[in-house]
């Protein structure tokens, strides 16, 4: 499934169910916008 030009918002994305989701939405081509409260994991999580 392609998701060009769609965007998701992924909260809790620092770690866990949140950055996987957010990795697998990436990789299939949305723009994702990741919040958490975690900011050095969320930094992590965007670089990835």
């Known amino acids: 499934m392609r998701l ?3 965007t998701a918002v992924i909260t809790g994305a620092a770690s866990g169910i949140g950055r996987a989701t ?4 990436a990789q ?4 994702v ?4 409260i975690a900011e050095e994991r969320g930094e ?3 670089a990835a």
């Open 33 to 36: 916008l990741l919040g958490d």
């Open 44 to 46: 992590q999580s965007a």
């Open 4 to 6: 060009d030009g769609k």
């Open 22 to 25: 957010a990795e697998t939405l």
């Open 28 to 31: 299939a081509g949305a723009h």
